[in-house]
């Protein structure tokens, strides 16, 4: 990509004679539309490799997470290259459905952002990103973050936003079934303090994965936007704990 914007720079230049204004105009129109090429081709990468993925971890996933990211970035000051392309890279290969493999996604996200050519330091920050963006990662290093950044927490936000509310709800019932596991057992108790391995291999009822999970998420979330959609978010996944209960024990 650099290779091609020193190209347009000299042609330009020596070419048509520019004057300085409208130099930094076309300079800026050509880099804008190479981003623009870039996220395009992102995009349509992404989408052809979650082909046939689990219903709750496909490109529909992810576009929502694009979007809440564009959202929760407007009140936030951003990369917006980083944080679009963070959004469009973070389940590219997720560890949960490779074996438990946490490197393939990273490794895949920087060769496919190198075969771009997209500059070192935003690839960097965008492997940063997927490495660090998950919940047992968190579970990782308690209290103190492995790695922080603005465009990080717009993305880890984003993600999270779509693990809760009534698609958090649905996307938590679609991967237990794709797991096979009972979506209930009162006998089992939820484990509220989980270290990364044991969260790993919980094979546990679809429930439970609200008390591990879902409802911690509202407490844990960086950005203004973010805290707000998650408190509301919150209160539905309440409502629908409370409703499941009931017509459980056949109360309603
Ligand atoms: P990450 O560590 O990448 O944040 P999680 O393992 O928390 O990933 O899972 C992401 C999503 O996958 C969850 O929000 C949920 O929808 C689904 N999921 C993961 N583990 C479970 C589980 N044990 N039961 C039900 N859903 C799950
Ligand atoms: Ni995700």
Redesign the pocket.
């Known amino acids: 990509m650099k290779e091609n914007a020193r190209q347009y720079l000299t042609d330009d230049v020596s070419g048509k004679n520019l004057t300085k204004t409208s130099f930094y105009k076309e300079v800026f129109l050509f880099c804008s539309m190479d981003k623009q090429q870039v996220i395009k081709r992102t995009r349509a990468y992404v989408k052809k490799t979650l082909q046939g993925a689990e219903g709750?971890?496909d490109w529909f996933h992810i576009e929502r997470v694009y979007h809440n990211a564009l959202l929760i970035a407007r009140g936030e000051e951003v990369n917006l290259f980083i944080v679009e392309l963070g959004a469009l890279l973070h389940d590219i290969a997720?560890s949960?459905f490779h074996d438990g493999n946490e490197q393939i996604g990273p490794q895949k996200a920087a060769a496919f952002l190198q075969s771009l050519e997209i500059d070192e330091e935003i690839t960097d920050h965008i492997v940063k990103i997927i490495k660090n963006?998950?919940?047992?990662?968190s579970l990782d290093h308690k209290g103190s973050q492995k790695f922080n950044s603005p465009e990080f927490r717009v993305v880890q936000d984003a993600?999270r936003l779509d693990?809760i509310g009534a698609i958090?709800i649905a996307?938590?019932?679609n991967?237990?079934g794709f797991?096979n596991?009972l979506m209930y057992d009162p006998d089992i108790l939820p484990k509220l303090e989980q270290d990364k391995e044991s969260?790993k291999k919980?094979k546990?009822p679809?429930i439970?994965?609200f008390y591990?999970?879902?409802l911690l998420l509202k407490d844990k979330m960086n950005t203004r936007t973010g805290k707000k959609i998650a408190k509301e978010r919150h209160v539905f996944m309440e409502q629908f704990l409370q409703q499941f209960y009931a017509e459980w024990e056949g109360k309603v």
Not at 133 to 137: G, R
């Open positions: 709750g971890h997720d949960k963006i998950s919940f047992k990662s993600d693990a958090g996307r938590a019932f991967y237990g797991k596991r969260y919980s546990a679809t439970n994965h591990e999970k879902l």
